[in-house]
């Protein structure tokens, strides 16, 4: 089951275009074990041209005096204000960690780190994202016993309900298929069985999250609702990961966790939707070589509340 990618140690951010956006950009659902951007860069134009006069000449027509503004401040690089938050943020020697986040309602987003990662049972979200877009290309709803698997993949993590929904979408040319779909372009389904080993990107971890509690999604409002009901049920003791940064229990979440056979080192992710100050974010972390399941849970809700914190002007 151990994939053939080397841990690596965080390092600094660095862009990387989307798909979906024409902006400069750069973009992050848990455990095998029973048991999320884009960034906003544009500079605004300048308002006008300042004349090297301190007055206007008395020749000059009125409009033209009328169309001297200031030149307009350029847009907040949430990339650099999150890199400098991450600085804070304790990583191991032989940790990695990549972090993205989107405020849905300005479009401005920011992202920390790259590479690819197992998903652990984060991959749950994207299994049942998967059978519901089967379900509405078959004009059909989910069967009670889909539900039920469902339902207990999602809420509990439950991995034989994933194994027997992950046979039912068509295993990783399955999940490929509607991925394209998705706009998710580095995600690459485990082999055979091991859906838990599936390969993925912090980017593509947020575009999913855009799928499920985005407008403009593939998903049919039903199906989002469902999916986002689901994740805001999470079983107590799974209640880690993103949600730190959240007021409260304003959360919606998918957590992952494994620890790697021949390693003894932890993949710890986690994905959701999270609300603070009545305003909703996306927000993935991934992360893997945590030498402990406590150390990486500790890392993850750091960075998620790092990836907040380049927010902070208009989170209040």
Known sequence: MESHRAHRRARPPRRRPLLYTVLATAVIVGGTAAGTAY???????DAGTVSSSATPSASAPASEEASV???????????????????????????????????????????????????????????????????????RQLTAREKTYATEMIENSDNTSASALWAAIGRADGLGSANQRFGLEGTEGGDGELWGLTQTTAADQLALLQQVFGDDSELSEASRTYLQGLMGEIATDQHWGVSAAADGTKWALKNGWLARS???????????????????????????????????????????????????????
């Open 262 to 316: 021949t390693t003894g080192l932890w993949d710890i992710n986690s994905i959701g939707r999270v609300t603070v100050n009545g305003h909703a974010y996306l927000m993935a972390v991934l992360s893997n070589g945590n030498t402990t399941k406590a150390k990486g849970i500790s890392l993850v809700e750091a960075a998620a509340q790092a990836a907040l914190s380049a927010f902070e002007d208009s989170a209040g």
């Open 69 to 139: 503004e200031p030149a307009a401040d350029p847009s907040v690089d949430r990339n650099a204000l999150l890199a400098k938050a991450m600085k804070s943020v304790t990583v191991e020697d032989g940790a990695d960690v990549s972090v993205a986040v989107l405020d849905p309602d300005s479009g401005d987003s920011a992202s920390y780190g790259d590479g690819t990662f197992d998903t652990a049972s984060i991959v749950k979200v994207d299994i049942l994202a998967t059978l519901l877009l089967q379900a509405q290309d078959a004009n």
């Open 39 to 45: 960034v906003k860069a544009q500079a605004h134009a």
